[in-house]
C-alpha cells in the first residue's frame, strides 16, 4: 500500500548544479543533501525541506516541464511568493483552486513549480 511520497524527480541540464544549488537553497530556502556515491557521479542535486524532498536529476536532452509540476504546500504564502521575487524568480499568481491562495513559478532551468496554501477554515482532507 502506498503510503506517502518519498520526493519528486525534476530533470536539468548538464553542468547547472551550482544554479540550482543558488536557488533551491537560497531562494527556496531547503537544504542539499548529499546523494549517495554511486548516484552523484551521474551529477545533479537533491534537496529537503521537512518532508519535502527534491531531486533534480541530469538529463542529456533536457526540456524543461512547462505542464508537469510539484505543488509544494506552503505557510506564509504572501511572504514565500515576496521571497521568490527578491530571489529573482517570476511568481505568477492562479485563483482558479477552490479553497486555496497559490501561484506558480519556474526554477532556474525552466522547471514549473506550484505554490499553494489552503485557505483558513477550509477543510482539505479527504
Known amino acids: 500500500m502506498l503510503a506517502a511520497v518519498d ?6 541540464p548538464a553542468g ?3 544554479l540550482l544549488r543558488a536557488y533551491y537553497v537560497d531562494v527556496l530556502g531547503m537544504a542539499e ?3 549517495p556515491p554511486v ?4 551529477g545533479g542535486c537533491w534537496f529537503r525541506a521537512g518532508a519535502v524532498q527534491l531531486h533534480l536529476g541530469i538529463e542529456a536532452d533536457f526540456r524543461p516541464a512547462k505542464k508537469a509540476h510539484p505543488g ?5 504564502i504572501e511572504a514565500y511568493a515576496a521571497r521568490l521575487e527578491a530571489g529573482g524568480a517570476r511568481v505568477v499568481w492562479d ?12 526554477d532556474p532551468v525552466g522547471n514549473r513549480l506550484e505554490f499553494l ?3 483558513e477554515g477550509v ?4
Not at 509544494?72 to 506564509?76: G, N
Not at 477543510?123 to 479527504?126: D, Q
Request: hydrophobic share 35%; with cysteine; aromatic share 4%.
Open 95 to 106: 485563483g482558479e483552486l477552490p479553497g486555496h491562495r497559490r501561484f506558480y513559478s519556474e
Open 72 to 76: 509544494l504546500r506552503v505557510t506564509d
Open 39 to 42: 548516484l552523484a557521479a551521474r
Open 33 to 35: 543533501i548529499p546523494k
Open 16 to 18: 547547472c548544479e551550482d
Open 7 to 12: 520526493h519528486v524527480q525534476l530533470a536539468a
Open 123 to 126: 477543510c482539505t482532507a479527504p
Open 117 to 119: 496554501q489552503p485557505l
